[in-house]
C-alpha cells in the first residue's frame, strides 16, 4: 500500500513567492518529490521576509519561506549561465511536472520554456503562474499578490462604509486563492496524463483565478449593472452579524463573531444574553434588518463585559454560529485547531523548531503530512547534482566556484 | 461541450455553500457533477442578491455563478427510499462531497462505512466547520464566524474600530476549493490504488492558510499583528498601502529594492519630476537599497522620507483617475493597481485580450449571462463553466431514468411517496 497520494510524482519546481510554492506544497506533502531550483542571484523573497527566527533576516532565517516550502528540497543555480541550463535539462527526464512562476519572457530567453522543454520530454505537465497571464498587453507586467487583492477587486468590497477608503484584507490576499486552483489543475493534469499519455501546458493568471472568489458580484455587473461595495460586518440577510467586543482579556482585546440566521436563533442568543427585556425594535427579523445600527449598539452592550470564549461556549449551545475572532496567539491555543493536528512543530537546521502550519485537510488512508521544514537554499546540491545526477565532488566544487551552482 | 480533463468521473454534490466552489472546480474540468438537492432546493439557491432583485430559486447570483456546469436532482434524505437512492448513486459515483453537520450522514446510515461498503472507491469528502472531533465539531459556522475563527478577521479593519470581513463573504469558498483539492489528491492514489478513502476538510484551517504566516510572529517576533487599517506595519513601520486619486483609490508599496522595486521607485519619480512633484532627494535617491518598513526596521531618516514620500505621491496621485494612472504604469513598470471594482474589472484590457469572461446562455431566464471564464488556460484540454447553473429537479429524468435506469412506474411510486 502507498504512504503517500503522490508517491513517486517528481515536480522541478522553478516558482517562488506564494502562489507556486504553496501550489507544490500541496505535492511535497503528500509524498511527491518537489526539487525547489533556487538562485542566490535572485533569491526568493519569500527568504527576505518576515517573520525570521528572533527577528533576525538572513537567507535561511524566514520561516514565510520555510512554511510555504515543507517537504520540498533545494538547489542552486544561476540559469542565466549556459551550464545550469544544461542541468536543468538533465533533470527534466526525472521530472513529471515542471512549476515556475517567473513574468513570461524569462523562461523564453534561457531556452527553458513549455516548447522547448516538450521537445525533450514531450508528455511534460508544466504550470506557469504568473500575475496575469502569459499572454495579453499586461503580461509582462511584473507585480505582487497585495496589489493582485486591489486589481482583482478584493479592496474595494473590504471596508466599515462606501465612501470611506478601503480597508483590505490582510497581506497578499489572491497569493491564498490561486494555488488552490493552480493545484487542481496540476492534479487533474496528472491523472490525465495517467489516462491518455498526454502532457500539456497550464497557463495561470492569478488575477483570472482570483476572480473566482469574486464571481456572483461580476455576474451581477454584467447583468445588471450593480457595483459590489464595502459594507461593513453587516449581511444582506442576517442581523445581528458582524463583530462585537467582549471584555479584555489581560490587557488584549477580545471580540465576538457572531450570525444569527433565524428567529429561533434570535431567542438563543437572547437566552445565552441573560434574557435582556424584549424591544420591539428588534422583534423580527425584518425589524432587525431595519434596525440595525441600533441592534449592533443592543448586543454590543450585552456583551461588552463577557468574556468571549464563556459566550460563545453558551451562543454555540444555543444553536448559534459564534466564535472569537481570534489573534495570531489565539490560534495557537485553539482546541479545535488542537484537536484536527493542525499545528505542527518542525525543527528547521537554521532556525531550530517552531510551530508550522499544518494541513486543512485530512485523509484517511494517504495522510499528507509535513515531512520537513522548507530547506536552506541549496541543502540539497549536493545530493542532487552528485546523488542523483551522477558528478563528482570535484566537479560540483568547480560549478560552485564558476557559481553555476550558485 | 465540457472539459475532457476529468470526464468520465462522476461527483455527488451535497453540499451548501462550503463545497459549492469545490464543485464547481470539478464541472469546469469536466466531471459530471449532480448536485443532489433536497425537495425544497439546495440553500444556496436562497443566497442574495438576486439577478435584477428579484428573490427566486433560479436568480440567486451566487448560485448562478458556483453551481454552473452541474446537473441537479432532487431526493429526500428523510425518506427510506430516498436514501436508497443515494445509495444506487454511490454505487455509480467517484466522489461525494458533502457538508452537512458532522455525524448527519452516519445518522442517515450513510457514514463513509456504508459508503465505502457500497462502492470502495468512492471518494467522501467532508467540509467541516471546526473539524471532526474537537470540542467544537457540532458548532455552527456562519461564514464570519470562520473567518473570525481561523484568523484573517483580527487583521482586517481600522485600530479602534472592529474587526471586518469583506462583503462578499469568503470562507466557504477557501473550504470549497481545499475539498477539490483534498479530493484529488485522494483521486490520484485511488486511480493507481483502486481504492478510495474519506477526506475531511477543516475550514477554520483553510482560513487560517490566508494569513501570510502570521502566525509564527508571536513565536519569532515576540508579539502578535494588530490592524492597521490600510498600512503596513509588521516591521514597525507604519507604510501606506492605499492612495485616494480623483476618482477612487490606487494600492501600492513605495519600496525600491533590488529588480523590480528599483525600476519601479525610479519610474515613479521620473513622472513625477516631469509633474513637478517630486522632491530634489527622491531624484537623488538610489533606490536598489531602499525598503524601510517592508523588509527591514526604518531609521529616522528612513522615516522622515517615507513621509515626505507617501505625502508627495498623494498629492500626485490627486491630480489623476485611476485608469489615466494604471496606464502610464503600466508603461514605466511602476508596481501599484487600481482598487478595481466590478466595473473596472469587467471593462479590464488584460482580461479581454485574454477572452477570460464567458457568456453562457440562460434559457430559463431567458438571458444570456457573462461569468468567469476557465480558471486556468490548458493547452490540451481547455476548462471553464460549460453550461447554466441547474433549475431544481431539472436532470431527475435522465438521472434516474438513463443513469439508474429506474421505470417509469417506479418513479412514479418514488415521487408519491416524497422521496424524489
Known sequence: MRRYALEGIHVLDFSWVGVGPITTKYLADNGAEVIRVESLARPDILRLAPPWKDAKPGIDTSQFFASFNTSKRSI????????ARELVLKLLPWADIVAESFTPKALRKWELDYEHLRALKPDLIMLSTCMQGQTGPNALYPGFGQLMAALSGYYHISGYNPGEPPCPPYGAYTDFIAPRFAACALLAALDYRRRTGRGQYIDMSQYEAALHNLAPALVDYFASGRVAGPAGNHSERYAPHGAYRCADLDGHERWLALAVESEDE?????????NPPADSRFATMAARMENRAALDQFVGALVRERDADELTVALQAAGVAAYPVQNCVDIHRDDNLEAFGFWHWLDHKVTGPSPYEGLAYRMSRTPGELRAPGP?????NDEVFGEMLGLDAAEIARLKEERVIF | MGSELL????????ADEKGALGSKIFADMGADVIKVEPPQGCSTRRIPPFLDDLPDPDRSLYFIAYQAGKRSVTLNLGSPDGRALLEDLVRKSDFLLESFPVGYMESLGLGYDRLTELNPRIIHTSVTPFGDTGPGRNYKAADIVSWAAGG??????????????MALPQAGLHAGAEAAVASLLAHYSREIEGQGQRVVIDMQACVLWTLMNEQAMPILHGDYIRRTGMYYTATGTRRRLVYACKDGYISTVLAGGSGVGAISMKGLVEWMAARGFAADWMVAKDWTTWVPGILMKATEQDRDEIAD???????FFNTMTKREIYAEALKRRILLAPVATAADIADDEQLKARNYFVRVEHDTLGRTLTLPGAFAKFSATPV????????????????????????GARLGRLRAIGAI
Do not use: C, Y
Request: aromatic share 6%; glycine share 14%.
Open chain 2, 7 to 14: 470526464s468520465g468521473f462522476r461527483m455527488l454534490d451535497l
Open chain 2, 152 to 165: 484573517p478577521m483580527f487583521l482586517m479593519g481600522d485600530e479602534g474600530r472592529p474587526p471586518l470581513e
Open chain 1, 376 to 380: 536552506a537554499l541549496g541543502q540539497h
Open chain 2, 384 to 407: 471553464g463553466p460549460g453550461r447554466r447553473a441547474p433549475r431544481l429537479g431539472e436532470h431527475n429524468a435522465e438521472v434516474w431514468g438513463e443513469l439508474l435506469r429506474i421505470d
Open chain 1, 76 to 83: 542552486t543555480l544561476d540559469l542565466g549561465k549556459p551550464r
Open chain 1, 266 to 274: 434570535w431567542r438563543g442568543m437572547l437566552a445565552a444574553m441573560g
Open chain 2, 309 to 315: 514620500l507617501e505625502e508627495r505621491v498623494q498629492r
